[in-house]
């Protein structure tokens, strides 16, 4: 069983930066590919970002390719998400999910965060 739990959401202007981290219970941290997903109002829940066990591999939706980075710590047991140049379409709650398969699709992974909202202002 994995408990995750998010932090770091908040408001901010267009153009600014959020860290999102997500802290993990457990001690197989390592053994979970982690992922970051969002669900803007009215809108399905989407993939924005994985990580590979070790952090060597990641992979980015292409609506946040090199504005948004995912890396992990695994021996605090912990995944962020930096996010830089955010705009107002990044405006979402941020789910950060722990699976065992490397893959983006949300059915493989296992184990959910409770959410974080981000809000980005025009």
């Known amino acids: 069983q994995v408990q995750l739990v998010e932090s770091g959401g908040g408001l901010v202007q267009a153009g600014g930066s959020l860290r999102l981290s997500c802290a993990a219970s457990g001690r197989t941290f390592s053994r979970y590919v982690m992922g970051w997903f969002r669900q803007a109002p009215g809108k399905e829940r989407e993939f924005v970002a994985r990580i590979s066990w070790s952090g060597d591999s990641t992979v980015y939706a292409d609506s946040v390719k090199g504005r948004f980075t995912i890396f992990r710590e695994n021996a605090k047991n912990m995944v962020h998400l930096q996010m830089n140049s955010l705009e107002p379409e990044d405006t979402a709650v941020y789910y950060c999910?722990?699976?065992?398969?490397?893959?983006?699709?949300?059915?493989?992974?296992?184990?959910w965060g409770q959410g974080t909202q981000v809000t980005v202002s025009s």
């Open positions: 999910a722990a699976g065992r398969a490397w893959v983006g699709t949300m059915s493989a992974y296992e184990y």
